[in-house]
């Protein structure tokens, strides 16, 4: 199954990021959030790529330290991006997400495999902004406003 989300690229690769830390350092999003203090579906709602939900500076400093990571580039994007806000195009993969686990390398399984992404233009960036929730467009919508 393929999913398009509209996202600020370094919104994308920071839930993302949170998300392979946190099943690294072996907790669930359940003990994560009784860590931090924070309602146990926001977390949840910080990794799902399709909720707006995202953590400020201070709660990635807190997620950091409750995951005992020794730098915040585990969470950060491996290089500065060029873009703002993106279309990104998934193939979902078939993994079992109730199964946080690692493999043999200690790396975390994908959940998607990246298509493209692509920036918008500052016709569509506007457009965006007045949506109320412009990461929950059908593919209906999103192609009449953004085509």
């Known amino acids: 199954m393929q999913l398009e989300l509209i996202i600020p690229e370094f919104d994308f690769w920071i839930k993302e990021n949170i998300r392979v830390a946190r099943i690294k350092s072996n907790i669930d999003q359940v003990q994560l959030s009784h860590r931090l203090g924070v309602s146990e579906g926001y977390i949840g709602n910080i990794e799902n790529l399709k909720n707006r939900a995202k953590p400020n500076t201070r709660m990635i400093s807190r997620i950091a330290h409750a995951l005992s990571l020794d730098t915040y580039q585990d969470l950060f994007p491996k290089k500065?991006?060029?873009?703002?806000?993106?279309?990104?195009?998934?193939e979902l993969l078939k993994i079992n997400t109730r199964k946080q686990?690692?493999?043999d390398k200690g790396e975390v399984p994908e959940r998607?495999?990246?298509?493209?992404i692509e920036p918008l233009n500052q016709d569509e960036i506007n457009r965006?902004?007045?949506?109320?929730?412009?990461?929950?467009?059908?593919?209906?919508?999103?192609?009449r406003i953004f085509k």
């Not at 500065?80 to 998934?90: E, F, Q």
């Not at 998607?112 to 493209?116: G, M, P, R, V, Y």
């Open 101 to 103: 686990i690692v493999n």
């Open 128 to 143: 965006w902004h007045t949506l109320k929730k412009p990461h929950l467009i059908d593919a209906k919508l999103r192609k």
């Open 112 to 116: 998607f495999k990246l298509i493209s």
């Open 80 to 90: 500065v991006l060029k873009n703002d806000i993106v279309r990104i195009k998934l």
